[in-house]
């Protein structure tokens, strides 16, 4: 697909200096920019590579001058850096905007399907589901008996969606994702053996939240494990049964939260994180990666460590974490001075 400039500049509210029918067809960094292609240039210290690059368009800030000629058409906006992140944006909405459905796929006769919608190949949607509009379901996705998908959401290749599900609006699950599979429930019997404790609560995941590819969020054992509106889940995060995650927390990759956990508002947790069941963290927390979360968390602290405690006390013991071996020393040769010089005064 190709724009020419002045498309590009309508769309980002700019103006072209050069060629407006200048065409491009990809993007590209400024150092690597080559024939049809579009970047853009928002920190002065990449200036010098717009004198260089083969970019047929760059995207500049209104404030920037030229000090000599070049081949490359310009569009100045007022921010450079965000006018390429709504064309971004943009171009993104342009490429997935598939309609229609492929062949072959599944559709239970008692599924309801919003307008506008895209059902990609080998997709399954099974008994009861119901799929607001404008929803895409890309191919070889499984859609669970009664699950219900609000509208402008977008399920990407290879998800699978157990049943009784309820995901909401505007939200983004990508590929490998998996959602509503039991909880790891089970007790052992009196021959000390496990045995499965039925989960049949379910996943409500509500309006604007993103899942990462690989990501698992296990189905309650009663009620349900419940991701609020605006969470963001990087890839391969482990959520376990009954979770919830509060509203615009967001958690980074390899984190693992066991069952029962309750977390707050506006949270950041750093990647390969740990959190321990039946723990509450509070709003506005802030949990540094690799950290070890095993008892309650008040609003607004800075966690690191493993366990995790406070950033400001971890910070100063880690002085002496990293001064262990010369303090040994030290104490070693004070008992040996202690020692001599009692056997000195016997």
């Given at each position: ?130 799929l607001g509009d404008n ?191 010369k303090l040994v020393t ?17």
């Open positions: 697909m190709k724009f020419t400039a002045q498309q590009i500049a309508d769309i980002l509210e700019g103006d072209v200096v050069g060629n407006p029918e200048e065409e491009v067809s990809k993007l590209s960094k400024i150092e690597e920019g080559e024939k049809g292609s579009l970047t853009f240039l928002s920190n002065p210290k990449y200036n010098a590579y717009l004198y260089t690059t083969n970019a047929s368009i760059a995207i500049v800030n209104n404030s920037f001058v030229l000090e000599k000629e070049i081949q490359t058409t310009l569009i100045k906006v007022d921010n450079a850096y965000k006018s390429f992140s709504k064309l971004l944006e943009f171009y993104n909405e342009v490429k997935n905007n598939k309609t229609g459905r492929e062949q072959p796929h599944f559709i239970a006769e008692s599924a309801e399907i919003g307008s506008n919608e895209y059902i990609g190949a080998f997709s399954y949607i099974g008994e009861n589901v119901k929803v895409k379901i890309y191919p070889n996705s499984y859609i669970g008996d009664n699950t219900v998908i609000g509208n402008n959401t977008v399920i990407f290749s290879g998800v699978k969606i157990y049943s009784e599900t309820q995901i909401g609006a505007y939200c983004k699950i990508h590929s490998g994702a998996i959602i509503g599979a039991d909880g790891f429930g089970f007790a052992p019997d009196e021959n000390g053996a496990y045995k499965a404790i039925p989960q049949i609560g379910n996943v409500i995941i509500e309006d604007h939240v993103d899942i990462g590819s690989a990501s698992t969020i296990d189905r309650a054992t009663l009620g349900s494990t419940i991701i609020r509106k605006g969470v963001k889940l990087d890839n391969q995060i482990q959520i376990a049964h009954n979770v919830e995650v509060g509203e615009h927390t967001v958690i980074a990759s390899q984190t693992g939260v066991a069952g029962s956990t309750k977390i707050g508002k506006n949270c950041m947790i750093g990647g390969q994180v740990g959190i321990a069941g039946h723990v509450k963290i509070g709003n506005n927390v802030k949990v540094l990666a690799q950290a070890g979360i095993s008892k309650n968390i008040k609003d607004n602290e800075i966690i690191n460590g493993t366990p995790a405690f406070k950033v400001q006390d971890f910070n100063k013991s880690y002085v002496y974490f990293k001064n262990l071996p030290k104490i070693n040769q004070l008992e040996k001075d202690i020692r001599l010089k009692q056997k000195n005064n016997e």
